[in-house]
């Protein structure tokens, strides 16, 4: 996927279903340090490759790193934009986007693992050097479904989200 939004995206049902058991930032950060080595291949050699973090044992690593330096790390970025939901320049109606920055261990362990695999799983269908069983799962769906199907789970996260907001 290209640098991660779509790998996000898609994670957002996962917060809305499950909640305070899901750290919703830590998997976004885990999602992002995979990618890093997309990154460095693209400004080194001039190509996308995927190799250590895009493996299970690569990734794995960072998600074992995300769940527990994330903690702090997330925290303090949560703290950082409900502050700036709740100064005097921002909109009155964005306040309702704050968010609790309490992350625990449960919720950081289950982001982290889950968007690592996730990550090696939906960049499998897409990228031809992504091989998480040892077999090639590139073209068994299209890009354009892979996409929308991540835009998917994004709306249906939002309408689980604000039903369950609703009905609080």
Same mark, same amino acid.
């Given at each position: 996927m290209p640098i991660t939004p779509f790998h996000i995206v898609a994670g957002f049902a996962v917060k809305s279903i499950f909640g305070r058991y899901f750290s919703w930032s830590v998997f976004t950060l885990t999602n992002i340090i995979i990618d890093t080595e997309v990154i460095y291949y693209i400004l080194t050699i001039g190509e996308a490759s995927h %190799?250590?973090?895009?493996?299970?044992? @690569?990734?794995?690593?960072?998600?074992?790193?995300?769940?527990?330096? @994330?903690?702090?790390?997330?925290?303090?970025?949560?703290? $950082?934009?409900? =502050?700036?939901?709740?100064?005097?320049?921002? /909109?009155?109606?964005?306040?309702? /986007?704050?968010?609790?920055?309490k992350i625990t261990i449960l919720s950081s362990v289950s982001g982290a693992f889950f968007g690592a695999y996730s990550h090696i799983l939906l960049d499998s269908f897409m990228h031809i050097?992504?091989?998480? /069983?040892?077999?090639?799962?590139? @073209?068994?769906?299209?890009?354009?479904?892979?996409?929308?199907?991540?835009?998917?789970?994004?709306?249906? @996260?939002?309408?689980? $989200?604000?039903? %369950?907001? =609703?009905? =609080?």
């Amino acid at each position: 996927m290209p640098i991660t939004p779509f790998h996000i995206v898609a994670g957002f049902a996962v917060k809305s279903i499950f909640g305070r058991y899901f750290s919703w930032s830590v998997f976004t950060l885990t999602n992002i340090i995979i990618d890093t080595e997309v990154i460095y291949y693209i400004l080194t050699i001039g190509e996308a490759s995927h %190799k250590f973090f895009h493996t299970f044992f @690569g990734s794995t690593i960072v998600a074992t790193f995300c769940a527990i330096l @994330g903690i702090p790390i997330c925290e303090k970025v949560l703290e $950082y934009w409900n =502050k700036n939901l709740q100064n005097e320049k921002s /909109l009155s109606k964005l306040k309702w /986007l704050a968010t609790g920055t309490k992350i625990t261990i449960l919720s950081s362990v289950s982001g982290a693992f889950f968007g690592a695999y996730s990550h090696i799983l939906l960049d499998s269908f897409m990228h031809i050097d992504v091989k998480p /069983l040892g077999n090639n799962l590139l @073209g068994i769906i299209s890009i354009d479904t892979l996409h929308l199907s991540c835009v998917a789970l994004f709306l249906i @996260g939002v309408v689980i $989200y604000f039903l %369950k907001r =609703k009905s =609080k």
